[in-house]
């Protein structure tokens, strides 16, 4: 589909071990975000890329975690050393900027589980 | 941004209008409001938002108070698909991206 697609769509990890998810927007979107939501709450903000730079990266819960966009298109969020607190569903959006309603597009999400 | 508030959960019968409440009282002039929803397992999608007036699309109406303090989400007739959690969110510009979602209203549609 035309959508914002999330890979992998579950993954479960061990504690301390590293992890990939992967966000592929709209094409044509050049804003991408993405947003973490723990069990019974709402997502929050954890980081904004335009184009390939990323805006606002004020969310990123600490230095284990680094989200890169190096062609203005995919992007994938990484995070070392994980913890059990990890443990979320990672949402990825991508939006156009400056037209329409200023909608974010959202994928399903990145379940992950830190054993 | 302003805060919102919104009731924790809310029942609804299938075919009947569901009215979703939010409060803003600390909502600035030139913040918008902007209301998403939530099925189970997916992620959040876009209904509907405004600024000053009342506005309709072909999910759902939101009616805007006069002081824009509240504003109130109306599913026209409620289906089992709507049954999801509701998050009204107030935003300074159409691109600000830092959405605030708090918690929401989970709302039940029951047949």
């Known amino acids: 589909g035309a959508g914002v697609s999330q890979t992998p769509s579950n993954k479960v990890t061990e504690k301390g071990k590293y992890v990939e998810l992967r966000c592929d927007p709209i094409s044509g979107h050049t804003a991408l975000y993405w947003y973490r939501q723990s069990l019974g709450q709402g997502p929050e903000f954890l980081i904004y890329f335009q184009g390939t730079g990323a805006a606002d990266d004020s969310g990123l819960p600490n230095d284990r975690f680094f989200a890169v966009r190096p062609e203005g298109s995919v992007s994938t969020l990484k995070i070392q050393r994980t913890e059990r607190g990890d443990s979320a569903v990672y949402l990825c959006?991508?939006?156009?900027?400056?037209?329409?309603?200023?909608?974010?597009?959202f994928g399903e999400g990145s379940r992950l589980t830190v054993l | 941004d302003a805060k919102t508030t919104q009731p924790p959960s809310m029942d609804c019968a299938e075919g009947r209008a569901a009215n979703l409440p939010c409060n803003h009282s600390?909502?600035?002039?030139?913040?918008?409001v902007y209301w998403y929803r939530q099925i189970h397992s997916q992620g959040p999608q876009y209904i509907i938002h405004g600024l000053k007036n009342n506005e309709t699309n072909e999910m759902a109406s939101l009616i805007i108070t006069e002081d824009r303090k509240s504003s109130t989400l109306i599913l026209p007739h409620a289906t089992l698909r709507d049954t999801a959690v509701y998050y009204c969110?107030?935003?300074?510009?159409?691109?600000?991206?830092?959405?605030?979602f708090g918690a929401g209203t989970t709302v039940t549609v029951r047949a």
């Open positions: 959006a991508s939006s156009l900027v400056g037209a329409g309603t200023g909608e974010l597009f």
């Open positions: 600390t909502i600035s002039g030139n913040e918008y």
């Open positions: 969110i107030v935003r300074v510009a159409l691109n600000d991206y830092k959405l605030s």
